[in-house]
């Protein structure tokens, strides 16, 4: 059995299109914010962490719909469709009324600003988990792992491309001394490259086709499926895979609290304890990031050689050692080292060997039915972590100290660790494999 990458690169171009959407979201908007319409930091720090409550709800709310979704091109194919136009539709608007406010300065504007904002959250809401559903929906459960590594290439290629038009045309030279920036050609492209990557989708990946061949191998397999048929007929999970279901679940909010809360105040954790500036500091997260981008597809094929369980232990023990590292070397020193470098890219490492592998440990629990469901609950329970971990963390740090940081951090992937050691299903087929086949990959 061999994974398609073709076919998976072009299921990616959906997430890849969804990544550079909330890069250009999370850099642009606040500056907006701040600087056009003059909100402080509470206020906008409160409009940028609502996409992380609306996901809450509408993440599962529409992965569970698309599950019942049956259409000529598929169930997760129209919510692509529609939710990408609409999205790019929206989001052309908020350069528009930035543009228009920097010139009359009518209030009225930081309300329809704010509503539109709010409408793009609902709109991308409603697309997310059918979007990351349709590789697991087509991918045979073997191998998920390493499908999820090239979608995860995919996404972060998405927010590398932003990066660069971003570094190109809005560098300090090009916007110095400006009174107002503006950010249309930017929203632009970045539409441009969304409505690409749904053309790809829409024109190269035939959902219909591959769901049917996906059913015709499920039904040649039918021990990958853990459901249990009831009484009244219904299909159910044990209780013994709801339990690993509850613990994984629980390991994906522990694990991005543990994460989270590092990605967010680091920056203004290095700025205070080492005096760093931003551009220094952020070069720490940049290279956890690269040091993830390279361990993507090997992180997938150790899941096949080892099982997913054990590469996501080993990617929390990386972590474990990391964050202890950090925090012993804090205690020994007030300077900043070359030496945390190193650090980072065992954080990164870590990181990819746990996200590459946990979002295929889930899904594998549900029938093929409940894909979009499940895949929303997972995204639920990081969302919730990710909303919650900034406000905590932060608040330790301003209330006790700045040095709770990584005590913090380690003792969430330390809890991590104790609840992913109690799941016993999910896992993929271990295989052996010797020379070039242990790659596994065919186009």
Same mark, same amino acid.
């Given at each position: ?9 072009? @299921? ?29 930091? *509470?206020? +906008?720090?409160? !409009? ?16 569970? @719909? ?18 990408? @136009? ?14 228009? #406010? ?64 971003? %570094? ?48 015709? #191998? ?10 249990? %048929? ?15 279901? /509850? ?19 680091? *920056? ?17 997260? *940049?290279?956890? %990031? ?5 361990? #993507?597809?090997?992180? /997938? ?13 080993? /990617? ?12 012993? &070397?804090?205690?020994? +020193? ?44 997972? &995204? ?10 900034? !406000? ?16 913090? +951090? ?17 896992? +993929? ?15």
């Amino acid at each position: 059995m061999k994974l398609n990458t073709n076919q998976t690169i072009r @299921i990616g171009f959906a997430f890849l299109s969804i990544c550079a959407f909330w890069q250009l979201y999370n850099n642009v908007v606040p500056l907006i914010l701040t600087n056009t319409f003059h909100l402080n930091e *509470t206020y +906008s720090g409160m !409009i940028m962490a609502a996409d992380n409550v609306l996901a809450l709800f509408l993440l599962p709310l529409f992965g569970s @719909i698309s599950d019942r979704t049956n259409t000529r091109m598929g169930r997760r194919k129209p919510f692509i469709l529609f939710g990408t @136009i609409a999205a790019v539709c929206a989001m052309l608007l908020l350069p528009l009324i930035d543009n228009l #406010y920097a010139g009359t300065h009518n209030q009225v504007l930081t309300g329809i600003f704010i509503a539109v904002l709010a409408l793009i959250l609902i709109i991308m809401g409603t697309y997310r988990s059918p979007a990351v559903a349709l590789m697991p929906d087509v991918t045979p459960k073997p191998l998920r792992s390493r499908a999820n590594a090239v979608i995860n290439l995919m996404g972060a290629l998405g927010g590398i491309i932003y990066l660069i038009i971003a %570094t190109l045309l809005y560098s300090e030279k090009r916007t110095a001394g400006l009174d107002h920036v503006n950010y249309f050609l930017l929203f632009a492209i970045v539409a441009g490259i969304m409505l690409l990557s749904l053309a790809i989708v829409m024109f190269t990946v035939d959902e219909v086709a591959l769901s049917a061949k996906m059913r015709e #191998y499920e039904a040649a397999h039918p021990e990958e499926n853990l459901a249990e %048929t009831d009484e009244s007929g219904h299909e159910a999970l044990p209780a013994d895979v709801k339990k690993s279901l /509850g613990f994984i679940l629980v390991s994906v909010s522990l694990w991005f609290i543990s994460y989270n809360a590092v990605e967010t105040w680091f *920056t203004t954790y290095a700025s205070r304890q080492w005096n760093m500036a931003l551009g220094s500091s952020s070069l720490c997260l *940049t290279i956890a %990031t690269v040091g993830a981008i390279i361990t #993507y597809i090997p992180a /997938g094929a150790m899941a096949g050689k080892i099982g997913r369980k054990k590469t996501i232990l080993g /990617g929390i023990v990386l972590m474990i050692a990391a964050f202890a590292l950090i925090f012993i &070397y804090t205690l020994l +020193s007030n300077q900043f080292s070359p030496i945390l470098y190193v650090i980072f890219v065992m954080i990164g490492v870590g990181w990819a060997a746990i996200n590459v592998n946990s979002l295929p440990m889930v899904v594998e629990m549900c029938k093929g039915s409940d894909i979009g469901k499940f895949t929303g609950t997972y &995204y639920t329970f990081s969302m919730a972590a990710q909303t919650v971990t900034p !406000i905590v963390a932060g608040w330790l740090m301003n209330h006790v100290s700045y040095g709770t940081l990584f005590p913090y +951090s380690l003792f969430f992937i330390t809890a991590a660790f104790l609840t992913m050691s109690m799941v016993k299903h999910g896992d +993929s087929e271990v295989t052996v494999k010797k020379g070039l086949e242990a790659f596994d990959i065919d186009d």
